[in-house]
């Protein structure tokens, strides 16, 4: 599985950013994709997970402002930052965990993409 981020950059507080990413290959297999940052100095922290059934599961840092939304026939995770604020600089990953079955028993695997920054300014 590939994972392609795409939607980062400069706003100022108070404004809005929207992330994609779109994860190519054995698609079916996944079956939790969401978002994780990382700011300097910090450990990376969870921002939102959705399940193939459209669960979410959202740190409490951005509950309430952002929003996670998939497509599962195309593969891609679409993350709304509405409300920014300086403190969600960092450098966002997007994330897949998907689980292989087979007759020998379960396999579970975590990707990453490269990355991209949201700098917000206050």
């Known amino acids: 599985v590939q994972l392609v981020e795409s939607g980062g950059g400069l706003v100022q507080a108070g404004g809005s950013l929207r992330l994609s990413c779109v994860a190519s290959?054995?698609?079916?297999?996944?079956?939790?994709m969401g978002w994780y940052r990382q700011a300097p100095g910090n450990e990376r922290e969870l921002v939102a997970g959705?399940?193939?059934?459209?669960?979410?599961n959202y740190g409490d840092s951005v509950k309430g402002r952002f929003t996670l939304s998939r497509d599962n026939v195309k593969g891609t995770v679409y993350l709304q930052m509405d409300s920014l604020k300086p403190e969600d600089t960092a450098v966002y990953y997007c994330?897949?965990?998907?689980?292989?079955?087979?007759?020998?028993?379960?396999?579970?695997?975590?990707?990453w993409g490269q990355g991209t920054q949201v700098t917000v300014s206050s």
């Open positions: 290959g054995r698609i079916e297999n996944i079956n939790v």
């Open positions: 959705i399940t193939n059934g459209g669960s979410t």
């Open positions: 994330h897949a965990h998907s689980v292989v079955r087979t007759i020998e028993g379960k396999s579970e695997f975590d990707y």
